[in-house]
């Protein structure tokens, strides 16, 4: 049964960084759209980031540069990193993927495999 693996994540200062990986553990296609998204409680689940097979990717207005998407294609892996964290990214950071046919997007509703999430926590 193909599932995501989330690691990374932690408590870091404002400025700071922190790297995210997932992986879509045992996923047979070749094919695959992977995302990334926040959520704080009390609000929707934001996009982060989106990435396909073939490199194209998205990223939310809110990241302005900050964050990047990048991607292990032979180990269905992707990574965000993120640089320059400040409080108000704070949040859990779940992984998303789909395939074989997807969509690229930072709208959930695009996906049906999801990740249990990460916490990301920045302090001022």
């Known amino acids: 049964q193909e599932h995501l693996v989330e690691s990374g994540g932690g408590s870091v200062q404002s400025g700071g960084s922190l790297r995210l990986s997932c992986t879509f553990a045992k996923y047979r296609y070749e094919t695959y759209c992977m995302a990334w998204f926040r959520q704080t409680p009390g609000k929707e689940r934001e996009g982060v980031a989106s990435?396909?097979?073939?490199?194209?990717?998205e990223y939310g207005e809110f990241v302005k540069g900050r964050f990047s998407i990048s991607q292990d294609n032979v180990e269905k892996t992707v990574y965000l990193e993120m640089n320059n964290l400040q409080p108000e990214d704070t949040a859990m950071y779940y992984c998303?993927?789909?395939?074989?046919?997807?969509?690229?997007?930072?709208?959930?509703?695009?996906?049906?495999?999801w990740g249990h999430g990460t916490q990301v926590t920045v302090s001022s």
């Open positions: 998303a993927a789909e395939g074989p046919i997807c969509v690229l997007s930072i709208w959930a509703d695009q996906y049906n495999y």
């Open positions: 990435i396909n097979n073939n490199g194209f990717t």
